[in-house]
Each structure stands twice: as C-alpha cells, then as structure tokens.
C-alpha cells in the first residue's frame, strides 16, 4: 500500500491549489469548446511559477520518505505528477464548464428526475416506513454483516484467509483485477460496498402491497444508483488506476481527461462514451462486405439482394427484415460470422431489407406506412425478381413485431405470400417485456415528444443508444468510464460495438405508435390492434413459424417471446438459444459457442418447455436450416442479382445503411 499512498496524497495536494490552477484555464481551453493539452516542455514552463511549483514537502511526508534526500530522478517524478494533476484538472474543469454552456439552453437535460422514478421511489419509501417492524430487522441485518465483515477483517490482519463475506456476482468484471481479492484494504472496501449494494436492492425487492410496475421501476432506479456508486468507478478507490497513476507520473489523467473532453465535444456537450474506435471500422470495406446488389429502393427501404455461392439454391428465397432501430449489417461483420454468408452457402437466396435513417421529412411515417413500404413492397420485389408466388420470411426483434402484425394482416386479406416466418428475439405479447417497459409511461413518452419535436420530429439515434446502455449499464456504459477516463485508455476497436453504436433516428409517428399501442396498450397480444382499417388476430395466421429466444435476452426476453409464439394459429417450432439479443442470435457454427433447446411441443408455460426440453451444444443455425429447407422447395439454378428481372441499382450494402446519425 506504501506505494499507491503518494499518488492520492498527491493528487489531494493538487486539490488545495486548486483556485490557484484556475488561473490558467486560458491556456488550456479551446474556442471551439475542446480541451487544448500543450506540450509537456510548455506546460513545465507554464507552471514554474513558485505557487504552481510541486506540493510542498509536508504534503508527502510519510514513513521512510524524505524528500530533501530525494534524488534527482525522484524529484523529477514528483514534479512530472504534480504537473500532470493539475492538466488534468484543468482539462476537466473546462471540458465540464462548455458542457455546462452547452446545457444551459436546454433546461430538459438539467431535469432533477430525468428517469421520472420520484412518484414511485416515494411510494415504496412510504410503504417502507409503514412496515416499521420490517425496517428494523433489514436494518440489524445489514449490522449483523458488518460486523462480520469486521471480524473476517481482523482474523485476516492476524495472518487468516477467511472466506469474504460479500462476494461479487459470477461474471461481475469490476473486480477481476487481482488487488480487490489480494490487498486488505481494498478489499474490504469491495465487500463494504457489495453489502450495502445487496442490502439496498434487496429491500427495496422484498417490498410488498405496491403495483408491480411502480416496485419494478424503483428496483431498476436503485440498480442504477448502486452500480454507479461501485468503488471501482472512483480513482481513489480503484486499484488498477491508481497503479496507472504511478506508473505513467499522471499522464493516465491526462490522456483520461481528453478522452473525457472528446467524448463531450463528439457529443454536443453530453456525455458520448467512446465504446471503440470509430475510425477503424469502414461499412462496405470492413464490415457489410458480403457481395451483392440493391435490387429495390422506396423512402422506407432498399431491397438487397446477395450474391449465391452455390450452383442451385432453393426455389423459394429468403426476405430478411432486421429491426429499424439498428443498421442490418448485424447479419455481415465479419465473414466468418455472417449470416448472410453462411445461408447463401446454404443454398438459400438471401434479400434483406436496409431500412432508411430517416429525416425530418419523413416525421409523420407510420406504423402502416412502414409495413406497405417495408414488408409488402419487399416481399412482393423479391417474387418479382425471382419469378416466384411465395416468399419465406425473417423479422428480427421490432422487425419482427412488424412482421407478426403483417401476417396478421395478410392473413385477414387472405394474401398467401409468405410461405413461412423465422422470429429472431421478436416480441408479439409485451407484457413481460422487460426492463424496456419501464421506459414507456406517460412521463417518459412526454419527454420522448418534446425531444422528437425539438429535433424536427425525430428521435435522435444517441437518445435510442443511451437507452439500451442503461440497461446493461456496467458493461455499456462504467466499463468504458474506468477504461477510458480512470485508466486514459483508448478503447479497443470491436466491430460489434462499433455497429451497436450505429443507431438510426426514429420517426416520431411511428415510434410513439409503437411504444404506446405495444409496449403500452399490448394491443396486438389482446387482439386490439387495427392496421389500414383491419383488426388483426394472430391466431388467424396459419403460416408455419419457428421462433428463436434467447435465453439471457434483456430486450426481448425468453418468457415474453414464448408468450407471443403460442398466439398464432399455426404449426410452431420454438427454439431456446444461449447467451442474449445479440449473441445468442448471431453464434455461427463454426464458432462453437454456447448452446440451444429444443422441444416439439408448445406447452402453457415456458418453465413447462424448458423441462422437457433437449440441449445441444452450440449454435441454433443447423437446426433452423433444416427447418426452412423443408419450405424452400426445389432446387433451381442459382440467381445471380445482377441478372434478375429488376435492374441493379447499386452495390451492395446500398446507400442507406451508411448514412450515419
């Protein structure tokens, strides 16, 4: 410990000159509101002045240090550090200060409440209180565990290896490096904080006599509040940082603060944290690189078309309509993991839709517009190209709402087109809809308007990906925070997260429609919803379906997507699938990762399934593709997307997917 006490010493040390460093703000700042860092040669000689020197002696006296007999280099080390603080702070101070500016006109953003959670928080406190009894044991209880912890603490002091009395969850990485478990200290600042975490979560978990959404919304308000108060978000308290300090004399800070000023400027001053290195990743060169052509376009989509690398293929092709909120190329990062490759090698003809980022001229669109445009004018564009009557159909997550709510539609059109539909992590019942539920109450609607109308009818895509962070907030969001401001880190480049971050805007219209008729109302679920003048029922749909899950799904989860698979009319297959929303659906076979359940029958209840259902190692992909084979039809010679009955357009992956947000 002797070693990581100089450095917070230190860094208290700069604090106290704190008003004195505000002097060279000027210096350090930008006109157009970045952070400038000079030289470490200029900034030496820009804080040489005697009330800027290196913190006096009394701040880092300490058991064997003694700084007259320090040597050269040692003196040079503190120096350096000294410096590096106080760029840091002042790189803060006026990243922070034209955010501040920024904001200022926006009084929206500076809302005390912006997740709404005050009525509810009130609501479970006062039930709290009114359960003193309840109270008083939680209380004793969390007492009890810290007096534990004191005394596994001492027995340690004494040369012991006590089991810990709080320990993180399995897979909780904010305290893999190796000090939180090794280093007294440090870890019983780990356990303190688990013990109150878990206390505080839990008694909000074990509250009762209060609506069901209302508790939910609290538990994940809590969440939140505890994930972002771990120690391993603080310097002070982290570690691996603090070691980075030493290490670097500073320069980690540094380097940490103008990720933290980029991050802000790249943002228009909100916080925007880097999740990859944007630059590294080129769509159409380095990713979305599968070959083809786009065969059709309109406002909503362009109508890809992807090269075979068979001689025959199926008769029927395959229409793949991803959701709106992401860009398709989920399907294409890489060759070795690309669906779109690897159902072409299957012999199948493989057309996506590439939805629009949307403008403001396309505001008003509509949930109708969308399906008319999107699925109907794509599915009747691949008949159209490759002669046939029939398609076979994919909708993943909200593409997948659409396309139920199509079905549904066409089934009371008597419109047989669609000879089969695969659901990837799409919901048609959303009353277990997850954590996304609690994004969807009047309150939050209101301000999503306000939002959408300040930004000329659409919602911005950085809106779309803050949401979905949050709700992994300790891997989207305080990963990122401790690596790339704590740690001055640049983040990894990732393909995957380079297109999570490529989020589409959404229209107003549409998008209010969707959240308040499904998420909402659960209008489609209860038989409710009405599309061009039709009212729709899914156990009207006879078309065969098969129905992927995942099984660590926090969009769509398992229950909910098992609710919705026992509302059509037809034959069904449902598949249970490993890992979450993304890695659960894309897991190539040659990857050899995770594992799938399978079940023939469709029983009352998902936990009913699961416990007569098979598991086998791996991907999900083989036994789908058996599947859609046997509604594919014969085989025919392969289509080559240049030579079809519509005439090119372009390459693939079209226009549309590289217009970026």
Known sequence: MSGQTSPTKAAKGSKAKKGDAKSGKKAAAKANGKTKVKPVAEERAAFAEPQIAAPPPPVFTMPGLDIPAMT??????????????????LTA????????????????????????????????????????????RAQA??????????????????????????????????????DWAENPVFDVIKQSYLLTANWMNGLVAEVDDVDPMTKRRVEFFMKMLTDAFSPSNFLASNPAALREVMATGGESLVRGMENFAADLDRGGGQLSIAQTDYEMFKIGENVATAPGKVVFRNEIIELLQFSPTTESVCEIPLVIFPPWINKFYILDLRPENSMIRWLSAQGITVFVASWVNPT???ADRTFEDYMREGIYAGTQAAMDQCGVDQVNTVGYCIGGT??????????AKNDKRIASATFFAAQ?????????????????LADLEKKMDEGGGVLS???????????????????????????????????????????????KTLHMYYLRKFYGENALAKGDLVLDNVKLDLGKVKTPIYVQSSKEDHIAPARSVYKGARLFGGPVTFTLAGSGHIAGVINAPVAGKYQHWTNDQLPASLDAWQADATETPGSWWPHWIAWLKGKSGKQVPARDPAKGKLKPLGDAPGTYVKVRS
């Open 72 to 89: 050269t280099d040692q003196r040079a080390q503190v120096e350096k550090l000294s410096m590096n603080l106080a760029r840091a702070a």
């Open 93 to 136: 101070q006026g990243a922070i200060a034209e955010m501040a500016l920024r904001q200022a006109d926006r009084p929206a953003a500076l809302s005390p409440d912006p997740f709404h959670v005050a009525p509810a928080l009130t609501e479970v406190m006062g039930r709290l209180a009114a359960q003193p009894d309840r109270l008083m």
């Open 141 to 178: 209880d969390l007492f009890a565990r810290y007096l534990d912890l004191w005394q596994s603490t001492a027995r340690r002091m004494g040369g012991e290896r006590p089991d810990p009395v709080a320990a993180p969850a399995r897979g909780d990485k904010r305290f893999a490096d190796p």
């Open 360 to 362: 403001a001229e396309l």
């Open 402 to 411: 659409l396309l139920s709510s199509t079905l549904a539609h066409m089934a």
């Open 428 to 444: 048609q019942d959303f009353s277990e809809a997850g954590d996304l539920l609690l994004f969807t109450n009047e309150d939050w």
């Open 461 to 507: 895509g950085q809106t779309m990906a803050d949401t979905f962070n949050a709700l992994r907030a300790n891997d989207l969001i305080w990963s990122f925070f401790v690596n790339n401001y704590l740690l001055g880190k640049e983040p990894k480049p990732f393909d995957l997260l380079f297109w999570n971050s490529d989020q589409t805007r959404m229209p």
